[in-house]
């Protein structure tokens, strides 16, 4: 069966999205409510209840707004948010926000509640009367159409950008042509390709995004003094920034590039979208943002993503919150070491025993299968990572230096 032949079910939600996924979200608005929030998980015992939340307590709009996104997520069915009663985020204004988005809802100060244990009751029971309300989300058809991918890679080595990234280039290449939305990142990871990022901007508007964007992800890299590569990418075979980079961007496949979306800021429209998580300038002062993994899957998430794909060819291990996390290697070697934990080996591309098309074909079907609620290895694993640090984001000033 073709790609645009398949379809599933999908969640119904009440503001008129699909989701792949009917989650509940246990949000701690600040560290000190984290406790209680993990134990309200780990007792409602339940695939589809989820921990995630923001460490800090003082003010930063950019968490604030991926936290937003994520309840906005057509992932979501239901959040309750706990807060411990005096930090800047407040969880009844999340819930308000929930709520507003025809979707469960409930929120609590543990001061107010009495403490820990009282909590932890109060908390669990609103959750269980919830995911009884959620089991009776309506399910409708759904397609490739109206799926939003995103894709990083992590533990990169020669086979990334020789077949891993390669392979969801090639889908992605499918996924546009099909009326979908794919969405890269890692523009930390597109040194030294400035001329052939802006060449594929669609429009006039676009390139200047993808121009500004390079440009300001360089000068970010220049202040901290560091580029994104690692002793593990040398150890894989890769040499240098540059080479790493034709590797990662090559991932993008080669449709042209509509423009570029801020972290919590879903694609206006269907097509291909680079995601801009770097910083902006005067972005914090506790020191420099720390990327990892988990955190670029959290912002592809916050994008709408319903479904991650994560590029490593060394080997990784995390999944993500919200959304399923397919991982991928273009590494034999790696696949069958770490099979438990890797979804699909992209190494037959290097064999000669399939095509790039035939690779496209085999991780659109694992894609769909995925879509329609079968569990990835790193859902089957219990693995819910996620990350949210402080950071400056300014999306009004970045849209009008763009119009000049």
């Not at 020789?162 to 523009?187: H, K, P, Q, S, W």
């Not at 993500?320 to 034999?332: F, M, R, W």
Request: charged residues 25%; negative net charge.
């Amino acid at each position: 069966m073709e790609l645009n032949e398949m379809s599933w079910l999908g969640y119904a939600r009440k503001n008129g999205a699909k989701g792949i996924r009917n989650r509940l979200l246990v949000i701690y608005t600040v560290k000190c409510s984290e406790f209680v929030a993990r134990r309200i998980c780990e007792k409602a015992a339940h695939p589809d209840v989820e921990v995630i939340g923001f460490d800090g307590c003082t003010d930063n709009q950019y968490a604030v707004n991926l936290l937003i996104s994520l309840i906005r997520h057509p992932n979501v069915g239901g959040v309750l948010a706990v807060g411990l009663g005096c930090e800047y985020i407040q969880p009844e204004r999340l819930a308000e926000i929930a709520a507003k988005e025809g979707k469960e809802a409930d929120w609590m100060f543990i001061q107010d509640v009495g403490g820990t244990s009282k909590a932890i009751e109060k908390g669990l029971s609103s959750v269980k009367a919830m995911l009884a309300r959620l089991a009776e989300t309506p399910r409708v058809p759904m397609s490739f159409s109206e799926l939003t991918i995103g894709a990083e890679c992590g533990g990169s080595d020669y086979t990334s950008g020789l077949a891993g990234n390669v392979a969801v280039g090639r889908f992605y290449d499918r996924l546009v042509d099909m009326g979908g939305t794919a969405i890269f990142e890692e523009i930390v990871e597109a040194v030294g390709l400035v001329d052939l990022l802006v060449s594929r901007g669609s429009n006039e508007r676009a390139k200047e995004e993808l121009r500004s964007t390079y440009y300001k992800a360089l000068d970010y890299c220049k202040s901290v003094r560091q580029y994104s590569v690692s002793p593990g990418n040398f150890a894989g075979g890769l040499s240098t920034i540059e080479e790493k980079s034709m590797g990662a961007v090559i991932k993008s496949g080669s449709r042209p590039i509509e423009g570029v979306v801020k972290v919590s800021s879903p694609p206006p429209r269907h097509g291909l979208w680079l995601l801009d998580s770097t910083p902006d300038p005067y972005w914090m002062q506790f020191g420099i943002t720390n990327p990892n993994d988990n955190e670029g899957l959290m912002d592809l998430i916050s994008c709408g993503a319903h479904i991650v794909f994560l590029v490593t060819g060394r080997g990784n291990v995390v999944g993500s919150a919200v959304s399923p996390c397919i991982k991928i290697t273009g590494n034999h070697g790696t696949y069958t070491r770490m099979e438990e934990d890797m979804d699909f080996d992209a190494s037959p591309v290097l064999d000669g025993m399939c095509s790039l098309d035939e690779i496209a074909l085999r991780l659109g079907e694992m894609t769909a299968v995925v879509a329609s609620g079968k569990e990835t290895k790193s859902e089957a694993l219990g693995h819910r990572e996620f990350y949210i640090p402080y950071k400056y984001q300014d999306k009004e000033v970045f849209h009008k230096k763009c119009e000049k």
